[in-house]
């Protein structure tokens, strides 16, 4: 560790609703520049998707059930890459230890989705490097698998969640 750690990133409080931690998804300007730039394009080609939609009506042929399916297609690939961009401009991950309950929460301006698991079943929660030796992530075993969350952590910033999380969970005296 270094004597002037950069600053972090991650909030840790403790709620009544449990220990809240907080962590800013990574940012790459690159990959916001290029999605930004994919799905002006993808507009473009959505347009004139429904535009040969709107064609073909009333004609129920090949033409425009083949028009159905890739509009179906771009459709969904226009929302993952609309999330994915939206993560990158304001994404977060929220984890809340509770007694009863460990959550997290992915989000982007407030919308997200929230996965909860049995704290009962958390084994060997530990700071675990990232991939090609850079930052980390926390981890723990849930079940006879490994999951690891807290994308782009430093090593500091793991060790403090995992350091709060054991110290929440410790049994009261």
Not at 119 to 148: I, N, Q, T
Request: hydrophobic share 50%; aromatic share 10%; glycine share 12%.
């Amino acid at each position: 560790m270094s004597d002037n750690p950069a600053p972090s990133r991650v909030t840790i409080e403790r709620r009544p609703e449990g220990l809240v931690i907080a962590m800013p998804v990574p940012r790459s300007g690159c990959v916001i520049a290029f999605l930004g730039m994919w799905l002006s394009a993808w507009a473009v080609a959505e347009f004139a998707g429904v535009m040969g939609l709107i064609e073909q009506a009333g004609r129920l042929g090949p033409d425009a059930l083949f028009i159905v399916v890739w509009l179906a297609a771009w459709t969904a690939a226009g929302a993952g890459a609309g999330s994915f961009l939206a993560l990158m401009l304001n994404g977060r991950e929220v984890v809340t230890l509770a007694p009863g309950a460990l959550q997290r929460r992915i989000e982007a301006f407030g919308i997200g989705r929230t996965k909860t698991y049995d704290p009962a079943l958390v084994e060997d929660l530990r700071v675990m490097d990232g991939s090609r030796g850079s930052g980390a992530f926390f981890g723990f075993d849930y079940k006879g698998s490994v999951r690891r969350w807290g994308s782009g952590l430093s090593h500091d910033d793991a060790r403090r969640i995992v350091d709060a999380m054991l110290e929440f969970a410790k049994p009261k005296e």
